[in-house]
Antibody
């Protein structure tokens, strides 16, 4: 059974930092591209960023709203995904989900969706 | 970024009703569209990918159609477990989601 379990959420002041973790099991983590998606209270879903696998040099991509402040990393030996959030703003308040990509990738392009999600971790940025 | 617009925002329906939700893309996304179901306090759950492919384990009363810029999610006979919020998502380029459609009890 595929499982993704986030941890590390909490209350942080504006300008502060927080690190989320996502522990996974039930699939070959090292082969997969993994993502973070967030949802502000009462709002819709927003993609945050992605990490590719070792075959693609662990390259990352980020949404414009978090680029330069958030860093996604992974530890394949621990089957875990991380989100380091720096210079946090009140508008970063959200439930953060880790998600596994499913779908199709070639050397040229990727067409992937999110086939498994964690239960989410609430991050509240407030003074 | 590609904008995704869902309609309606809220839908009131009864058990047994046929329900249709529409999703429009601001530019062509071929068939690179997914649908998700989300219940309060829970993570989204994948229902449909590539516009019309049913995810394993999802009941056959759910179906998707469309290509290009216009897509629909249909629930053929609404069940009590289906009252939730539904999101479309394009994956032709950087992922973007629709704003959601809440299906509530009439």
């Amino acid at each position: 059974e595929v499982q993704l379990v986030e941890s590390g959420g909490g209350l942080v002041q504006p300008g502060g930092s927080l690190r989320l973790s996502c522990a996974t099991s039930g699939f070959t983590f090292r082969d997969r591209y993994m993502d973070w998606v967030r949802q502000a209270p009462g709002k819709g879903l927003e993609w945050v960023g992605r990490t590719r696998n070792k075959a693609r040099s662990y390259t990352t991509e980020y949404a414009a709203s978090v680029k330069g402040r958030f860093i996604i990393s992974r530890d394949d030996s621990k089957n875990s995904l991380y989100l380091q959030m720096n210079s946090l703003k009140t508008e970063d308040t959200a439930v953060y989900y880790c998600a596994r990509e499913g779908g199709y990738c070639s050397d040229i392009s990727c067409y992937t969706y999110f086939d498994y999600w964690g239960q989410g971790a609430l991050v509240t940025v407030s003074s | 970024d590609i904008q995704m617009t869902q309609s309606p925002s809220t839908l009131s329906a009864s058990v047994g009703d046929r329900v249709t939700i529409t999703c429009r893309a601001s530019q062509s996304i071929s068939s690179w569209l997914a649908w998700y179901q989300q219940k309060p306090g829970k993570a989204p759950k994948l229902l449909i990918y590539k516009a019309s492919s049913l995810e394993s384990g999802v009941p056959s009363r759910f179906s998707g159609s469309g290509s290009g810029t216009e897509f629909t999610l249909t629930i053929s006979s609404l069940q009590p477990d289906d009252f939730a919020t539904y999101y479309c998502q394009q994956y032709n380029s950087v992922w973007t989601f629709g704003q959601g459609t809440k299906v509530e009890i009439k």
